[in-house]
């Protein structure tokens, strides 16, 4: 099996400039999902995507949605080769606040070897590399290697509410081998990453209920549980000082980490003094025995997302609480099993209840977490494509948050998805100034290029 | 020293209808103070009560505050006997819902023994069963035993705002040797009650903050302390199962129950299944080795009065909260030193931190608890006032909140308070269908009349 043809690379070297300029068309749509007023630019945003498809040689159809319009297209001329559904977005966060933008964030400005502009990163800079590389293998090769597909969503930053719905529709035209992912992070400039898993997640929700109202704390107080402190029982018991979750059984079907894993981690440059000080904390606190990088990543944890009761209001007010709640998650990771979670979480709280506490526990909603090996084709192929594509091998790291689209693509289609990710950490994406290295864009699509003849082989 | 005069107690008997008449003409008054709609309601009603004052021969006057108007009045004509300060109140609570009343709240009602109306028992009922009596002396006998003085406010169920600064700025005018605080309750009907003590109150506010904004508690949870957990684990730490405050000193100077005390209460007509029920509670907790009625009165205690913390909303947000904070109340019983407590407990809380989370303290008020023993001279006249009046011992209570004008009689006056209360328990004070037993209101002003000659003797 040939590799990616010269002619391909030589047509990438040479549109440079255009590609730039395409991408400032891309990101001049203020195609902000969230806000309402913006629907038409979110529409617009999607035509002109399909358009630019159909003019490369990718067949490709606006469809809708019951939120923002989705863009689909596909080229499908090697019988017999792998498929590969190249998943990214159209939509854009919101701009405020507006004044700390050095340029305006719809008027997309070349400056200091970045491009300026809401989306240059997330995601239009990683879907237009795809495009451009299909584009660069149609033109100068008269072909791909394999079969290609596209999904771009136009409800990425607005949770992606229909894109379940959307899968689940319209599974036949979007059934590939493998999905490719291209909405991510460099580990750092220079440091482009594969992610090889995600946690999962699974939330809960706690209410104690104590007297049927608030009672005045002078007169009752002492003589009845107080729902407040009954619950601070609960959740303190949850994690030990040594930050392990004590609801029993948490950790009997976790994965342990691969001594790969763990050098592999050690490795990166990750420097804890910065992350904390990005995060305004003071010191870390987790799991004993496991770095930074492996808390977030490849061990499993428990927070407390909320938590309330009583008097919240400015100065005193002498109660007793009828009530106090919370909001519980854990993250997951391999090999756990979310639909075990729920029910010993509820014992375990439920063991706790003070005399005279009721409790009530709702599950929401939770999904296991996702892991490949490092031997996965498709990974192998990723890092082939990317080492071509950026003169370096990249990183192997996980995420610690759940990416809901995979387990969808894996439940729906039966794809594994490759997480690919061309922004670096301070493209400011969600936040005013966000941008793009240029020499970065041009190493993604050469890399992405590489990716097509890669994945032919797997 | 003479009792009460047989014609003081025949005046009584021969004027009951003219005093439920003057009550119901009383109780007219919408003074719902909380309400500024009513404001000239509150102000006729000081008006009314200054000029029902005057016409028994007590020199009273509306007095202004930065509120609603207070009542003030005097009859001081036996020299060299003590001067007793009633105190009371001529507002009343709002009345809604207003669907609930049988009668109208300002349309008093007699009924199956009863005065229905706002105000009935809280606080008009009780404050014009000392008008009486005073009248009865001053027409039957001509004269009072001791000096008398009214002290009649108008925002005491809006939280007595301007009564500090009152009581501080007249402070020569209601200069007394003792008050009488009649606002309260009997025991149980039939049981009518001398309040001996009150609970004191520390108030306190503490905020822990960990990062500098709310992260994705899947990108960074498990690798820094999650403020509501921090919180969980300092608000656990304050009480054990045992219902004993883990402050260290907390109990150092707390007096001892007293034998005559546990004795008594043991035998108060206290029906704890019935007082569950009432308070929609399955079972009573509190310190171990006391009873609930002791729990109440005569222990210290700690409360949660509030908790907070990152996402409270419908569903799930999965964040790690930048910050989580609770209201942390005290109960103090004599002899505990209220500015003893903020120092401990900072200490406390401070010593628990985990690694990153910073804490706020913030201290709002603080005030001792009161307890006058059962020798107390003006507890035993007013017990002896009570028997005479209604034909059975009264019983020696505390109240577990605090009553603060007593605390500020006490340190701008000098003056101890005989706390009295003649309302009954199912009397719906604060509730639709408030409403005063006439046998009870009949009872009360002969027990103040008996009062006066008691008061006089010590």
């Known amino acids: 099996m040939p590799g990616t043809p010269r002619d391909v690379l030589a047509y990438l070297d040479e549109n440079r400039e255009r590609f730039v300029s395409e991408l400032v068309e891309f990101c001049r749509f203020s195609s902000i999902s969230a806000v309402p007023k913006y629907a038409a630019d979110v529409r617009r945003c999607a035509e002109w995507t399909a358009r630019h498809l159909n003019a490369i ?184 000082g040594d930050g392990r979750v004590q609801v029993p059984g948490f950790y009997d079907d976790v994965a342990p980490l691969e001594a790969w894993e763990r050098e592999e981690y050690a490795r990166l440059p990750f420097d804890e003094k910065v992350y904390l000080a990005g995060l305004g904390v003071s010191a870390p606190f987790g799991e004993k025995g496991y770095s930074t990088l492996e808390r977030r990543w490849v061990r499993p944890t428990c927070d407390v997302n909320g938590i309330w009761g009583g008097y919240q209001g400015e100065g005193t007010k002498t109660i007793v609480p009828a009530a106090a709640g919370a909001k519980i998650s854990f993250r997951l990771v391999p090999n756990q099993i979310p639909e075990r979670i729920g029910p010993a979480l509820r014992n375990f709280l439920g063991d706790r209840l003070p005399p005279g506490i009721g409790m009530e526990f709702k599950e929401w909603n939770a999904k296991g977490a996702i892991v490949y090996g490092r031997d996965h084709p498709a990974i192998r192929a990723g890092a082939r494509a990317v080492e071509a594509g950026f003169g370096v091998r990249p990183v192997f790291i996980r995420e610690g948050g759940s990416v809901p689209i995979v387990n969808w693509f894996k439940s729906v289609l039966g794809a594994d998805s490759l997480l690919l990710g061309w922004g670096v950490p301070d493209a400011q994406v969600h936040s005013p100034n966000e941008n793009l290295w240029l020499d970065e864009f041009h190493k993604s699509t050469r890399a992405c290029a590489h990716l097509w003849a890669e994945l032919a082989r797997v």
């Open 57 to 240: 040689g990718v067949q490709a159809t606006v469809e809708e949605t019951a939120g923002h319009p989705s863009v689909v297209g596909e080229w499908l001329k090697v019988p017999g080769a792998p498929t590969v559904l190249v998943y990214g977005h159209h939509d854009v966060q919101p701009v405020d606040p507006l004044d700390q933008w050095k340029t305006g964030p719809f008027e997309p400005t070349v400056r200091d070897g970045r491009l300026w502009a809401r989306g240059a990163s997330d995601d239009k800079g990683q879907i237009l590399a795809h495009i451009k590389s299909v584009e660069a293998w149609l033109k100068a090769a008269g072909r791909l290697p394999l079969n290609v597909k596209f999904y771009i969503e136009g409800e990425e930053e607005f949770g992606s509410r229909n894109a379940p719905a959307f899968v689940q529709e319209h599974r036949e035209r979007l059934a590939c081998d493998i999905v490719v992912v291209s909405d991510g992070f460099q580990f750092a400039k220079g440091a482009p990453a594969i992610t090889c898993g995600m946690r999962g997640v699974a939330l809960y929700e706690v209410v104690l209920h104590g007297p049927s109202q608030d009672l005045h704390s002078g007169v009752f107080g002492g003589s009845v549980s107080n729902p407040a402190q009954a619950l601070a029982k609960l959740l303190s018991a949850l994690v030990d």
